[in-house]
């Protein structure tokens, strides 16, 4: 029995101290749980204010949930269960900052690509979001040194990505503490000093080429192989020459050097005299590039379309694709110097898969649209010549002709005309209002059947390759002052590297490709239809997004799901007008999309009869009942309208 005085003891005030602990807990419940609270919408929505250019990411809908189950109804984001697992938003031009902060509210994010963008500056503090497995950050334009403790505490990190940036400094010795790495690219950035002592085992890709590291390789990399270090000039030791061997040489190669530097001053004292002997003379009738005029360069942002590079000096080779100048592929142009070119003012239009774009004011009156490739660098010169003279030579109402090509064995620049209202993707995409309505149906079926032309027109006119365009996509089609269709970025594979191509190009993300590891033929078809359903639809298409072919993230697949489930109303874009009598052509249509997209290679359409189909479609017929049945491998099913 317990006493009253007992009593009283257990019974009596809690200390100051335990008070104090535990009005601390609640204050603390009460700022922390609403960070918590966030849902992945909102948190989304927040990053996206964080980025500019984002038109790409104009299906992020406030009013619809970002995921459903593992399919994910916004652009970009990857989802499992109903929860965001990645965000993988390449090639879409994005600027600005990549908000980590608000990323950190998504617990279950274990994937981060934003490949192919715009994104400049400082490293972005991704080790706050310690649960990523993969980062994908390669082909922007990042700068500066990445702290050393970049990836502390981030041990499920498998692969990292940060090729053709513009870092400098040491690579991070946190990198080397990864306990799971097994993929690591950082090419083609400015990392000098020595390699961390890497010490994973499994290494599945590890490449650090073109940098300026030095010393030795460490003992754990040398079964790597060596182009996976070619470009340092000083690196030695397995898989490269022994560092003895090099040190033997070093003495040899500083006279060589020292001789080397002598005999470039006199030829700069030399060509100082050329230029100003130059001075007196006026400028050549050609147009052709001369050094007095490389200082006058008045680009906007991205000036080094050529600016901050020396220019070829001019071969004996006097051919009309002379070293130093533009060569012309078309008669009916008024030809201009390149000189003309980088005096000009120019605006960056964006950053695509292949490289930058840049509207130029040509002598203060024509637009031209300047491209920048950088992965053309496999090609032999007599080669592209070949190839671009080739494609010059075409001619349609609904191909954008190629007006001139530049040169230089690490870069390429393809010339053409500006076309006023941008890109297909644009138009079907961006954000719609009074000045600019969404496109109707008569317009969509003129877009469908210019395309068409121009795809049967390239099939007829180069038939010799297997994909006569190779990177069908709305954003390779323009749209002129009328919004007739002009294809651009086609042929190009047989002169884009292999590599690259098969990582980007939309010929290599088809279902043949992904299956087989081949294209054929009726790959181009498969991209035609897929261009169809975005269309009808008005979704953009996730495999535009992807490394390869996702069959379940294909917009067919979509389509086909949802003509089983008979919600044939939610296909078509309900922003698109003027369809309202014209239900039996939407079908169609809709159908012959679909039979672009088969899987089946021997199955699907070919561009001839997938031709002459669209051109019997007419843009209004009213017609009581048309019954479109769609088959699979698995089902046959219909609906009627």
Not at 174 to 185: D, I, K, N, V, Y
Not at 262 to 275: E, K, N
Not at 512 to 525: L, N, P, Y
Request: glycine letters at 6%.
């Amino acid at each position: 029995m317990i006493t009253g005085a007992r009593w009283a003891k257990l019974r009596r005030a809690p200390s100051p101290a335990a008070f104090i602990f535990f009005t601390l807990v609640v204050m603390l419940s009460w700022t922390v749980v609403p960070s918590f609270g966030a849902s992945d919408k909102e948190i989304l929505m927040k990053f996206k204010k964080s980025v500019t250019h984002a038109n790409a990411l104009s299906n992020w809908d406030p009013k619809v949930s970002p995921c459903e189950g593992n399919r994910g109804n916004w652009v970009g984001v990857i989802c499992v269960k109903g929860s965001v697992r990645g965000l993988m938003i390449e090639n879409s031009g994005l600027t600005g900052t990549i908000d980590v902060d608000s990323l950190v509210s998504l617990r279950h994010l274990t994937t981060l690509s934003f490949m192919n963008n715009t994104f400049a500056g400082p490293w972005p503090d991704i080790k706050k979001l310690s649960a990523l497995r993969s980062v994908y950050l390669s082909y922007n334009h990042f700068s500066g040194e990445i702290p050393d403790d970049a990836f502390a505490g981030m041990s499920f990190l498998q692969k990292v990505f940060l090729a053709n940036n513009e870092f400098t400094g040491k690579i991070p010795s946190s990198l080397a503490a990864l306990p799971r790495l097994f993929m690591l690219g950082l090419a083609g950035n400015k990392f000098e000093g020595q390699i961390p002592n890497f010490q994973q085992k499994n290494f599945k890709e590890f490449n650090v080429s073109n940098n300026n590291l030095e010393g030795p390789i460490p003992a754990s990399l040398s079964k790597i192989e060596s182009d996976s270090f070619s470009g340092n000039e000083y690196l030695c030791d397995p898989p490269l020459e022994s560092c003895d061997y090099y040190r033997k040489r070093l003495p040899v190669l500083k006279i060589a050097l020292i001789g080397i530097i002598v005999v470039l001053l006199i030829a700069v004292i030399a060509a100082l005299f050329f230029i100003l002997n130059l001075k007196k003379k006026s400028s050549p009738a050609d147009g052709s590039l001369t050094l007095k005029d490389k200082n006058k360069i008045n680009v906007a942002t991205h000036t080094d379309i050529v600016a901050e590079q020396k220019l070829p000096e001019k071969s004996g080779n006097t051919s009309k694709a002379e070293y130093g100048k533009l060569s012309f592929l078309r008669e009916d142009r008024e030809k201009f110097g390149l000189e003309d070119l980088l005096r000009s003012s120019a605006e960056v239009l964006g950053s695509a898969t292949f490289g930058s774009s840049y509207r130029a004011m040509i002598m203060g009156e024509k637009s031209m649209v300047v491209k920048r490739y950088k992965h053309m660098n496999n090609v032999g010169r007599g080669e592209l010549d070949e190839h671009m003279r080739r494609l010059g030579r075409l001619s349609h109402a609904n191909l954008l002709p190629l007006v001139a090509y530049y040169y230089r064995k690490d870069e390429k620049l393809l010339i053409c005309d500006f076309v006023e209202n941008g890109s297909l993707a644009s138009a079907l995409h961006g954000n719609h209002n009074e000045e600019q309505p969404a496109l109707d149906w008569p317009t969509r079926l003129r877009i469908i059947k210019g395309v068409a032309s121009g795809l049967a027109y390239l099939y007829d006119a180069i038939h010799s390759l297997i994909v006569p365009n190779g990177h069908l996509k709305s954003s390779n089609v323009l749209l002129d002052g009328s919004y007739n269709p002009l294809l651009t970025d086609y042929a190009l594979t047989p002169v884009i590297n292999q590599d690259i191509a098969q990582k980007t190009m939309i010929a290599y993300k088809s279902p043949e490709f992904a299956q087989h590891g081949r294209i054929t033929k009726k790959t181009d078809v498969w991209s035609f239809g897929i261009l169809i359903l975005e269309i009808l639809t008005g979704r953009f298409p996730e495999n535009y997004l992807t490394q390869a072919h996702d069959p379940n993230a294909d917009l067919a697949s979509w389509v086909n799901t949802m003509i089983k489930e008979k919600r044939t109303s939610e296909v078509f874009d309900s922003d698109m007008g003027g369809a309202r009598d014209s239900k039996s052509e939407l079908l169609k249509l809709l159908k012959i999309g679909l039979s672009c997209c088969e899987e089946d290679v021997e199955r699907r359409l070919c561009m001839k009869e997938a031709v002459e189909r669209i051109e019997e479609l007419k843009e209004g017929e009213s017609v009581g009942e048309y019954t479109l049945n769609v088959s699979n491998d698995r089902d046959v099913y219909s609906f009627g309208v």
